[in-house]
C-alpha cells in the first residue's frame, strides 16, 4: 500500500502490504480474544480519554501525514482532529454515565394480567466490529473516528478497513490508540487495521465479526451491505453511501435575501472542495427576478473560488466525465463552467435546469444522483407543483433543508409547514435557514437518513452513534446471586435505570 500526494499523483512511500485472508482471520481471532478485556466500564473510559490524549501529542505527525496524503490543509485537518479527540472523550461520558445500557428492571406481579415474571433488561456488546474508513475525513471518519469510537465505548473491540487514500495517517492513528490501550492496561489487540481492497471483503465475511460500520461510495457499501446480509449468520451493516442533501429556496425567502443565500450555497458547495457528505448537491430556486437574483449572487461566490485538489485523481476524473455527462444535456446551462482546472486539480461551478425536467423519469434524472466534488444542480421552479413532483422522485439523503423568508419562519404566511412535511421523509436532518456542511457532535445530532444516505435507521455521529454496537438481552426469574451487577435490586453500579416502569430517582 502506497502513500500518494494528490497534488501531484506521485506515490510518496511505502506504507503497508495488502491483508492476505490468513491475516485477517489473525487479526479478528486476537480482536475476538480480547473482548472480555473491554468489558469493565471505568476501563473503557480511561482507554477512550487515553485515546485522545495520544492523538493529541501525534497532532503534528498526524497532520503532516493527513496533509500530505489529502490536500485537505493544515487548518481543515487541526479542526477534524479537535472533532475526533472530542468523540473520543464524549464518548468516555456516556460509558461513564451508564445510561446507554437502558437497564430496566421489571419485579414479577401477580396481579398483572397476565401476571409478570421477574424481568431484567440491558444492553450487551455485539462482538467484533469491522470498521471501513471514508476517504474524506481521514481522522474524524477513518482509523480513530465515530464508528471506532463508539465501537469501543460499547465494549466491542475494532478492525479498521484503512482507506487507500490515507494509509499513512492511518498507521499513525493506529499507532496511536494501541499505544493508550495497552497504557490502559488493555491488550493492544482491541483496536487494529488492515489495508488493502480484498481485506475489506474477507473482514466483513469473517464469522466472528460481529457488526460494521462503513463511509463511502453507494457502489461499494452496498457490495459490503449484500456480503454482510449473505453470511451464513447476516449481521448489522450500518452504511453511509451518499447523498444528494437537497435545499428548497421559497420565493418569498429569495425576494427576501438572495444575494445572502447566493453567497451562502456558494460556500457550503465548495468546502473541502465539494468533498463533504452534507454537501449541498441540488437546489429548488424560484425561476423570475429573485431567483435570478440567488443565481448572480452564487455565480460571484464560486468564480471568485479557487481550483483545488480532490482526494484522489480516481475521484478527479470521475468528477469531470460527470460534470460533463450532466452539462451536456437539453436545457441545462453553466453559469459557471465546473470540471478540469489543470492536471491534478478541479474547479467550481455549478448547473441550471427548469425544474419541469426532473418531475418525470428522463434523461435528466442523472442531476438526481450525488456527483462528488465542487457542483451543485439548480432546478428553477415555477409553481409549487414543481417543488412537490421534484420532491416526490429524490432518494433518502442525510439532510434536506428549507430556506423561508421571515414572514413564512414565523408562521404568518406561505406553505413552510407543508414543506417541512414534505422532507421530512427524505431525510434524517431537517435544516431551516442554514446550510448542511457541518455536523456537530452533540448528544441530539443525526446524521443518517433513509437509503442510499444509509442502510440502517441509526446515526454515525452524536452520542446515540453506540447503540449501533449493542444488543438487548432479558433474564427472566434469574437467582440474584447469578445476575450481572447492572441488573441487581441494589443498583450497585449505580446505573440510571427503571424499575417497574418508572425512571428510578
Not at 486539480?345 to 425536467?357: D, E, I, Q
Request: proline share 7%.
Amino acid at each position: 500500500m502506497w502513500s500518494v500526494d494528490p497534488r501531484t499523483g506521485k506515490q510518496r512511500e511505502q506504507v503497508a502490504v495488502e491483508a492476505t485472508a490468513e491475516e485477517i482471520d489473525r487479526v479478528v481471532r486476537a480482536a475476538h480474544a480480547a473482548r472480555e478485556s473491554l468489558a469493565d466500564r471505568t476501563v473503557r473510559a480511561a482507554f477512550l480519554r487515553t485515546a485522545a490524549d495520544r492523538l493529541d501529542e501525534a497532532k503534528d505527525r498526524l497532520i503532516e501525514a493527513a496533509d500530505a496524503e489529502t490536500a485537505l490543509g493544515p487548518v481543515r485537518l487541526t479542526g477534524e482532529l479537535a472533532r475526533t479527540t472530542y468523540q473520543l472523550r464524549a464518548f468516555a461520558d456516556i460509558v461513564d454515565e451508564g445510561a446507554f445500557l437502558d437497564v430496566r428492571v421489571d419485579h414479577a406481579d401477580a396481579t398483572q394480567t397476565p401476571p409478570w415474571p421477574d424481568l431484567r433488561r440491558y444492553k450487551v456488546p455485539l462482538g467484533v466490529v469491522a470498521v471501513y474508513s471514508a476517504s474524506n475525513f481521514p481522522l474524524a471518519f477513518s482509523v480513530p473516528g465515530g464508528d471506532t469510537a463508539s465501537a469501543l465505548a460499547a465494549g466491542c473491540p475494532v478492525v479498521v478497513k484503512a482507506h487507500p487514500d490515507h494509509p499513512a495517517t492511518s498507521e499513525v492513528a493506529a499507532s496511536a490508540l494501541r499505544r493508550a490501550a495497552e497504557e490502559s492496561g488493555l491488550p493492544a489487540d482491541v483496536i487494529s487495521v488492515v489495508h488493502g481492497f480484498q481485506a475489506g471483503v474477507e473482514l466483513v465475511k469473517h464469522p466472528l465479526v460481529a457488526a460494521a460500520g462503513f463511509t463511502g461510495s453507494i457502489r461499494g457499501g452496498r457490495a459490503l451491505f449484500d456480503a454482510a446480509a449473505a453470511r451464513p449468520v447476516p449481521i448489522p451493516f450500518h452504511g453511509e453511501l451518499g447523498s444528494l442533501n437537497p435545499v428548497v429556496v421559497t420565493e418569498a425567502a429569495a425576494a427576501e435575501r438572495a444575494e445572502q443565500i447566493g453567497s451562502g450555497l456558494g460556500g457550503s458547495m465548495t468546502l473541502g472542495m465539494g468533498q463533504f457528505c452534507t454537501k449541498p448537491g441540488f437546489v429548488l430556486a424560484p425561476a423570475g427576478e429573485a431567483g435570478d437574483r440567488l443565481v448572480k449572487s452564487l455565480t460571484e461566490a464560486v468564480s471568485n473560488s479557487e481550483a483545488g485538489v480532490l482526494l484522489d485523481h480516481r475521484m478527479r476524473d470521475n468528477f469531470v466525465a460527470g460534470v460533463k455527462e450532466r452539462a451536456e444535456l437539453p436545457e441545462v446551462d453553466a453559469p459557471v463552467t465546473p470540471g478540469s482546472g489543470g492536471e491534478h486539480t478541479v474547479s467550481a461551478g455549478f448547473l441550471t435546469v427548469p425544474a419541469r425536467l426532473l418531475a418525470e423519469e428522463g434523461p435528466h434524472d442523472v442531476l438526481l444522483e450525488e456527483c462528488f466534488g465542487p457542483v451543485t444542480v439548480l432546478a428553477r421552479y415555477e409553481s409549487d407543483e414543481d417543488i412537490k413532483a421534484v420532491l416526490g422522485r429524490l432518494p433518502g439523503n442525510l439532510t434536506a433543508t428549507v430556506h423561508l423568508s421571515e414572514a413564512e419562519g414565523a408562521g404568518a404566511e406561505g406553505r413552510a409547514g407543508e414543506l417541512l412535511a414534505e422532507l421530512t421523509p427524505l431525510a434524517g436532518r431537517v435544516l431551516v435557514n442554514g446550510w448542511p456542511t457541518g455536523v456537530a457532535v452533540a448528544p441530539a445530532q443525526h446524521h443518517g437518513g433513509p437509503y442510499p444516505a444509509t442502510t440502517s435507521t441509526s446515526t454515525s455521529v452524536g452520542g446515540t452513534a453506540i447503540e449501533r454496537w449493542l444488543r438487548p438481552v432479558t433474564y427472566q426469574d434469574a437467582p440474584a446471586a447469578l445476575l450481572p451487577p447492572e441488573l441487581r435490586d441494589e443498583n450497585p453500579l449505580g446505573l440510571p435505570r427503571r424499575v417497574n416502569g418508572r425512571r428510578e430517582a
